[in-house]
């Protein structure tokens, strides 16, 4: 349905819930401020452009977007790719592909190719997220340790050579501001996660710097006075042969864009029990990106971290993401000029920090448990993410998925010979079709066939959706399930999360062995228990009696076939 969030929501909207939107998303606006400043400078902008992107950018994606809670702004992902076009194309470059790139999110929502990015593999995504994490950081080390460099190389061998041959100009009050801004950091988000630990980094930071006149750079010492009003719209030339140079960094700035707002909206729905409206999201993306350029702005997409703390602190409709973008601007309309006092140090700490958060080393690591050929896609999307360019990192990411994906069919896949004689005899009945089993209440029945795989999985989300009350035991058939693959394990992982915290018992049945094998290596036979993973249906059927206080049936007795409770995809 492409109709915005906010139209709906206003339909049936209440001063309580105005007076919540509101103070959440002053204190995401307040939250957002050093990211954004931060985000413009580590891309190769000023730091005006960087709120800018946010006031303008988050304005239309609240206003127009598919998700109640997205925040939108300038994020960490986007860094690497914006940096590198500005050097290659320059900074009109930049802003013509940046408006490429909200046209063909347009044209994607319009198409409705948003169900279609969650079909993305999971070692593709942790892969090139793991591979921008290592990237942000490498931009930082200079002005973390304050090293004197007149101009950093945009390749990472390139930049980490550079530091090495100028590790002896570092600036111990640097290091030391950066270091300590670091740690108050990490030492804040384990007393509360409401107000984020880089604000109190960066105004203690600031005072420190201003009181004690330590010689640090500065925002004002290397970009001048933030100006205190918004720019005039303005336009930029180019022709064909543009639009044709420039058709790859927008497609990566586009893909990168959906991939991040899509992903941004599943876990804010994760945390409030809503849905978003994909297509709607990807067209308020594109809008954003569109018009944000004319003001000078760099791309724009959802921003998980800053989303999760408008949810936290009670947003809960797209009035949040409003107010968030208004705060902005009265903070640059009236404090701007502050802003020239923040010392380089403690945003290249903040950004240290955003780093660490987005590189997804705990999903990194539990891959390379996985089956080997998920642990190929996702070294080689990392590596060519980090080496060479993210679009090449995406596009080799997923060739090579689906490659691996045919082989894994082709070696899965098994042909019966069977000659039948004359005549029309049946077909030997199932004697395990669940339609022969005694099913007891308050237990449902679903059975997998075929390899799990990224596809299989999504049509087993929505099978698993069609539930609207939780049964008490939830039986997973696997008998002809030959084989499974990172996405699968991941949904099996959640289906397991979610169904105990709806005190729901799940069990596994018929489980072959390399399905088995990659579910131990992950670590979720532990997690599940022994005792919930059974050879054939009976002996789920008989754990699930187990479980509800019931008599077990004996094999041979009779009874009356219950009615089916699988739900069958029907799309």
């Known amino acids: 349905m492409l109709v915005p969030k906010l139209f709906t929501v206003l339909k049936d909207y209440s001063k309580e819930r105005f007076y919540s939107d509101v103070v959440a998303g002053v204190i995401v606006g307040i939250v957002a401020l050093p990211l954004a400043i931060a985000f413009g400078i580590a891309s190769g902008v000023t730091p005006e452009q960087g709120l800018i992107t946010a006031i303008i950018g988050g304005f239309i994606v609240s206003f127009l977007g598919g998700s109640k809670v997205q925040i939108a702004g300038p994020t960490g992902a986007f860094i690497v790719i914006v940096y590198g076009i500005i050097q290659q194309y320059g900074f009109e470059g930049l802003l013509i592909a940046t408006v490429m790139a909200g046209i063909i999110l347009v044209i994607m929502g319009l198409a409705k190719f948003g169900s279609l990015i969650k079909f993305i593999p999971h070692p593709v995504i942790v892969g090139f997220t793991s591979g921008i994490a290592l990237l942000i950081f490498s931009t930082q080390i200079k002005d973390f340790l304050g090293l004197e460099i007149k101009k950093v190389p945009s390749e990472f061998i390139e930049k980490i050579i550079v530091y090495a041959e100028h590790i002896t100009t570092i600036n111990y009050y ?143 409709t797209p009035v949040a993401g409003i107010i968030h973008a208004v705060t902005l601007l009265l903070i640059m309309l009236f404090f701007g000029k502050f802003a020239m006092l923040i010392p380089m140090p403690v945003l290249a700490a903040i950004l240290v920090m955003v780093a660490y958060n987005m590189s997804e080393w705990k999903s990194f690591i539990a891959i390379l448990k996985y089956p080997a050929e998920d642990i190929i896609v996702l070294i080689t999307t990392f590596l060519l993410t980090v080496i060479f360019d993210l679009t090449i990192a995406i596009e080799v990411g997923l060739v090579l998925s689906a490659f691996l994906f045919m082989r894994r069919m082709a070696s899965a896949a098994k042909v019966d010979v069977w000659a039948k004689g004359i005549g029309d005899e ?146």
């Open 174 to 316: 640097s290091f030391a501001l950066a270091g300590g801004s670091l740690a108050l950091m990490i030492l804040w988000s384990k007393l509360t996660k409401k107000i984020p630990g880089s604000l109190i980094a960066l105004l203690l930071a600031t005072a420190v710097t201003a009181i004690f006149n330590l010689p640090v750079e500065t925002i004002g010492s290397r970009f001048g006075e933030i100006k205190s009003s918004l720019p005039s719209p303005h336009g930029f030339s180019f022709d064909l042969a543009t639009i044709r140079n420039l058709i790859m960094p927008a497609t990566t700035i586009a893909l990168l864009a959906a991939i991040e707002s899509l992903l941004s909206a599943v876990v804010a729905d994760g945390m409030i029990g809503s849905k978003h409206r994909s297509n709607m999201e990807l067209i308020a993306q594109g809008a954003a990106n569109i018009v944000t350029p004319f003001f000078g702005g760099i791309p724009v997409t959802g921003a998980i971290a800053r989303t999760a703390t408008n949810i936290r602190n009670g947003g809960r």
């Open 426 to 571: 049946e077909e030997t009945p199932d004697p395990m079709n669940i339609e022969r089993k005694a099913v007891p209440k308050d237990v449902e029945v679903f059975e997998i066939n075929g390899p799990f795989f990224f596809g299989a999985a999504e049509k087993f989300k929505e099978a698993i959706r069609q539930i609207e009350n939780p049964p008490r035991v939830r039986i997973i058939r696997m008998r002809n399930v030959l084989t499974i693959d990172a996405t699968g394990i991941k949904v099996l992982e959640d289906l397991l999360h979610d169904s105990r915290k709806e005190n729901t018992l799940l069990i596994l049945s018929g489980v072959h062995t390399q399905p088995v094998v990659a579910l131990q290596r992950a670590g979720f036979m532990d997690a599940i228990g022994e005792q919930n993973i059974l050879g054939n249906i009976d002996d789920a059927l008989d754990r699930a009696r187990e479980f509800l206080g019931l008599e077990r049936i004996g094999r041979s007795a009779d009874f009356t076939p219950s009615v089916s409770r699988e739900k069958e995809d029907t799309k």
